[in-house]
C-alpha cells in the first residue's frame, strides 16, 4: 500500500487530472474521468516477493482512447525494465524485442501459465511448461520470444494492461480466452472483482491452436 500511494503521488504531481486505477488503493472506475488513466500494481508476484524469488515487478500503464497506450513494468532484482509505447515497439532495458514464432528446429518452445491453469482448465498444449509467478512477467517472457505462448486463468486488469500493449508492440497477438475484453474500462465496474483469463501467442495460428487446448473444465 505504500508503494502504491508513492506511485499515485508521483503521477499525481505530474499529471494533476489523471485518474488512476490501483490494486490497492482505488479499484473502482467511475464515470467520466477527466484526463488519462493510469493502471497501477505496486506489487505483481507477491507470492513470489515474500518467499524471496526474482519474478515480481511493479507495473504501470496509462491509457488513452480506452486502450493502453503506454508501459513501464519494472523487475528490480532481475534489472528488467520492459516499455513499450503506441505504435513504437516493444523494449527491455531500451533494446527493441519481438516475439519468435514457433521453429521447428528449436527443441525447447515453452509455454508460461499461471499456478490456477490446470486445475481451472483441461489443457493440451504440446509445449515444455514453465509458471513464473507473475502475471506480467508471463507475457513478458512471450513479448522477448523466450516463451511462445502464455495464459494466465485469473488476472486483474492491473496485472495484464502494460502486457497487453507490450506484447503488440513486440509483434504477437494477445486477447482474453473468453468473453469480452478489458478495454474500454467499463464505468461503476470494481474492478477487483473482475479477472480476465488471457491468452497471448507469437503468431495468430498459435493462438488459435490454444484456444482448442485450454479448455475450461466447467464446461
Known sequence: MAADRLISQSIHERYPDDFILSEELRTDYPPDPSGSVWIVDPLDGTTNFSLGLHYWGVLLCRLGTGQPELTVMYFPLLDELYSAYRGQGAFLNEK?????????????????????????????????????GSAAYTFCALARGTAILG??????????????????????????????????????????????????????????????????KDR
Open 151 to 216: 495464459f494466465e486463468a485469473t488476472p486483474k486488469i492491473w496485472d495484464i494492461s502494460g502486457a497487453w500493449l507490450l506484447v503488440q508492440e513486440a509483434g504477437g497477438v494477445i486477447d482474453t480466452l473468453e468473453g469480452a475484453g478489458p478495454f474500454p474500462l467499463e464505468e461503476g465496474v470494481n474492478y477487483a472483482r473482475k479477472s480476465f483469463p488471457t491468452l497471448g501467442a507469437s503468431t495468430e495460428e498459435l493462438l488459435a491452436k490454444a484456444r482448442w487446448q485450454i479448455k475450461s
Open 96 to 132: 527493441r524485442i519481438h516475439v519468435r514464432p514457433f521453429d521447428v528446429e528449436n527443441p525447447l518452445p515453452f509455454f508460461a501459465c499461471c499456478s490456477r491453469t490446470y486445475r481451472r482448465y483441461k489443457v493440451s498444449v504440446p509445449y515444455k511448461i514453465r509458471i513464473l
